[in-house]
């Protein structure tokens, strides 16, 4: 994910030129194209908020193209994510041992251990980790739909809904009785999993 934010900001800099001033009797190259504004990457990752502020100076606004390769990188690796704690969570994390974290309660409940929740590692992914990405993706998709002028607002769930849906769908099935890997195997939980899974394509395929 790093080498893809990498090669975003390299395609970025590869479309600037270089800004020509002429003098008395030369012309003076100043070559800027080798300079990315200051802390873009951490502004980026953080864009819901910070790319309002940003596009506002010349100095630290990025063109859509940047915008729409970050999306994509995004997009890409919470795909796998997803997709990762569906398949540790359905075999309840018995084939890879260095993921058992994904097999952890992250629900809002203390889990059957009597530990308070979002506190491990699977809570801090999810309202931390993944609630930003997919806040960063949900505000890309909306800033999308404005600048397309559609006739009417979107209806449509958002990324973080699917996200929220799931994990009370999730809990809802444990506190039914049933094993994570059966709850996690769940219509409800796979069909909220496929919606997330549905939307990142979509939003990927608009860019």
Wanted: with cysteine.
């Amino acid at each position: 994910h790093d080498v893809a934010y990498c090669n975003c900001q390299s395609e970025w800099l590869t479309r600037r030129r270089p800004q020509t001033k002429r003098s008395d009797s030369n012309n003076i190259i100043i070559d800027n194209s080798n300079d990315l504004p200051p802390l873009i990457s951490s502004l980026t990752a953080l864009r819901f908020v910070t790319q309002p502020i940003t596009d506002q100076s010349s100095s630290t606004r990025m063109d859509s193209e940047y915008y729409n390769c970050i999306h994509r990188a995004d997009s890409t690796l919470i795909a796998t994510g997803i997709a990762l704690r569906r398949e540790m969570q359905t075999s309840s994390c018995r084939d890879e041992s260095s993921l058992t974290w994904f097999c952890n309660d992250s629900s809002n409940n203390n889990d059957r251990t009597g530990k308070t929740v979002g506190t491990t590692t699977l809570g801090a992914f999810e309202r931390v980790n993944l609630a930003i990405f997919l806040q960063n993706l949900d505000f890309d998709n909306q800033r999308q739909q404005q600048q397309q002028a559609a006739a009417h607002p979107s209806t449509a769930r958002t990324l973080q809904q699917f996200e929220r849906q799931r994990r009370l769908d999730l809990q809802a099935q444990l506190q039914g009785g049933k094993s994570l890997a059966d709850a996690a195997s769940s219509e409800s939980v796979r069909a909220d999993e496929e919606g997330l899974l549905q939307l990142l394509l979509q939003s990927n395929d608009k860019e």
